[in-house]
């Protein structure tokens, strides 16, 4: 019988979320006009896709082989963004939100792995893309905060 590895099925999650994010960040920028909104968006979507590159390289160091499927897997807005007229009304701000609360969300789900996993350099990695989405976080906050100062 296999023996189960964990860290595989941890690291398989964190893969996974980092494409949905990477997906959502991209549909968002084909929904909304302003260029600013759009540079921000295909900036996080890359950043995602390199904590995408990450994990796959640290799922490889525990030798699993990486699986190319996953990244095909189909992809739905409306899975990620309870509305679809919201979706294309989303002004400036409610896009910064949307960053912040999904920065959250992989902060805390990498804190969640960080506590479950038993590995010491998966840890040292997972503490590197925590510090990473506390500081996208951040940047995104310190944008919400300049855009209600300055008038539109």
């Given at each position: 019988?296999?023996?189960?590895?964990?860290?595989?099925?941890?690291?398989?999650?964190?893969?996974?979320?980092?494409?949905?994010?990477?997906?959502?960040?991209?549909?968002?920028?084909?929904?909304?006009?302003?260029?600013?909104?759009?540079?921000?968006?295909?900036?996080?979507?890359?950043?995602?896709?390199?904590?995408?590159?990450?994990?796959?390289?640290?799922?490889?160091?525990?030798?699993?082989?990486?699986?190319?499927?996953?990244?095909?897997?189909?992809?739905?807005?409306?899975?990620?963004?309870?509305?679809?007229?919201?979706?294309?009304?989303?002004?400036?701000?409610?896009?910064?939100?949307?960053?912040?609360?999904?920065?959250?969300?992989?902060?805390?789900?990498?804190?969640?792995?960080?506590?479950?996993?038993?590995?010491?350099?998966?840890k040292?990695?997972?503490?590197?893309?925590?510090?990473?989405?506390?500081?996208?976080?951040?940047?995104?906050?310190?944008?919400?905060k300049?855009?209600?100062?300055?008038?539109?």
């Open positions: 019988m296999a023996k189960l590895n964990p860290d595989k099925e941890l690291l398989t999650q964190a893969i996974q979320r980092e494409i949905d994010a990477r997906n959502l960040f991209l549909a968002l920028s084909r929904h909304v006009i302003n260029p600013g909104i759009i540079k921000t968006l295909e900036e996080l979507a890359k950043e995602e896709t390199e904590h995408k590159q990450v994990l796959e390289l640290e799922l490889m160091k525990i030798g699993v082989t990486v699986d190319t499927e996953i990244d095909k897997k189909p992809f739905k807005i409306t899975d990620y963004v309870t509305s679809n007229t919201a979706t294309f009304n989303m002004d400036y701000k409610d896009v910064l939100e949307l960053c912040i609360q999904k920065e959250d969300a992989s902060f805390n789900f990498y804190a969640d792995i960080l506590a479950r996993t038993k590995n010491e350099n998966l040292k990695v997972l503490r590197n893309l925590m510090e990473q989405e506390l500081r996208h976080k951040i940047r995104f906050e310190n944008q919400l300049n855009s209600l100062i300055q008038p539109d």
